[in-house]
């Protein structure tokens, strides 16, 4: 196995973990903005930060030459990872 691929490989799968995370996280910030359970700052603030990171996995995706539909995993009889947006 070349080392290119065993890190191009291994940045793929933290970036998946990553993915699914933020996905996560993303969701709750929308279900609490629904309720109604953040101020105003914390909006702004959750919002930055799930901008922030969403570039900094595109950057990492680009670096290592991946398509964000390369983070979606094939779970086989159970179906992708991911959600599709």
Known sequence: MEPDTVERDLVKLVLTVVELLRQLMERQ?????????????????????????????????????????????????LGPLLPRD
Not at 48 to 59: G, N, S, V
């Open 29 to 77: 910030a929308l279900r609490r903005f629904d309720e109604g359970d953040l101020t105003e700052d914390q909006e702004e603030r959750i919002g930055l930060t799930l901008m922030l990171l969403e570039e900094r996995m595109a950057e990492l995706r680009d670096r290592y030459g991946l398509r964000p539909e390369d983070l979606n995993l094939d779970l086989g009889p």
